[in-house]
């Protein structure tokens, strides 16, 4: 059975304002997990009814979405803390997932149905849409501006791919059914998540290599959803090291910039999505 990460659920889901938020995150690091104390901060944007946060970047700024009381979704920046909304012109929906050093973001919009990427820089919006896809939806951006996504083909089918100077490159495991590109680092190291016929992991791409990210025992499915510039992996479930907010029911690790700071959502007793920030 397709296991499409929370993060792509709401990647789609933030168009129409309803929040999916996920199971349990793992954080993979060159420490024990005895080593590794967090502090967390909730991240709520002023009156919505659901706020999710999905990247920041070395400067601490972060970006995710949020649904208003009308149900509307959103795109957002916390610079400061001061929120700023972003929203595609004439959108019916807006999510922002990527953000560099430079302050470039990327994300989803929607509009008459169909779902597509941007880019904003300097104020500036920019669609993304890989060439004969149906759906296309970025994740991340690094420093070198190379944005990283999934594309649906007309077979409904869904692909990674990497967006660099303007040249699409679609990323499938060998075998693969179904891929999503998360995260990509400075030094062009891609992580996400892909589909064998009834198996589901998380990958690593180095330098045209692909290496697994599954936690050993029984399969469960793992997704690598962000990578920092030293290689550090967040994600959800399983776990090598576990990220849980206090009273957090669920929780999705998604983005980790780098000074080691962890931003996700996780879900409260009541329900509600929440966003934070986690720092060593």
């Known amino acids: 059975m397709r296991q499409i990460t929370v993060f792509a659920q709401r990647a789609s889901s933030l168009l129409v304002g309803t929040f999916f938020v996920g199971a349990f995150a793992f954080t993979v690091l060159a420490t024990s997990p005895a080593a590794l104390a967090l502090t967390f901060t909730t991240i709520d944007v002023p009156g919505a009814t659901g706020t999710g946060a999905a990247r920041s970047n070395a400067a601490g700024q972060i970006v995710g979405g949020y649904t208003d009381a009308t149900g509307m979704g959103h795109g957002f920046l916390l610079d400061n803390g001061t929120f700023i909304t972003i929203d595609f012109p004439g959108a019916t929906g807006t999510a922002a997932f990527g953000i560099n050093a430079a302050g ?38 690094n420093n070198r501006g190379q944005i990283v996504g999934d594309y649906t083909d007309v077979n409904g089918t869904s692909h990674g791919f990497l967006l660099d100077k303007a040249t ?65 992996v967040v994600g959800r479930y399983v776990a090598f090291t576990t990220v849980d907010p206090p009273g957090s029911t669920f929780t ?27 720092t060593p």
């Open 252 to 278: 999705e690790a998604i983005g980790i910039n780098a000074s080691g700071q962890i931003v996700g959502d996780y879900t409260d007793a009541s329900g509600t999505g929440h966003g934070f920030v986690a």
């Open 168 to 232: 699409f490159t679609t990323i499938d495991p060998p075998g693969s059914v179904f891929t999503q590109a998360i995260g990509i680092n400075a030094a062009g190291r891609i992580v996400g998540d892909f589909e064998l016929p009834g198996q589901h992991h998380g990958f690593l791409l180095d330098k045209g290599t692909f290496t697994l990210i599954d936690f050993p025992g029984p399969p469960t499915g793992t997704d690598a959803l962000g990578i920092s510039a030293v290689g550090q």
């Open 104 to 141: 470039q973001i990327v994300g989803i919009y929607g509009d008459a149905g169909t779902e597509h990427g941007f880019l904003l820089d300097n104020g500036a919006f920019t669609t993304i849409d890989v060439p004969g896809a149906t759906r296309t939806a970025p994740f991340d951006i």
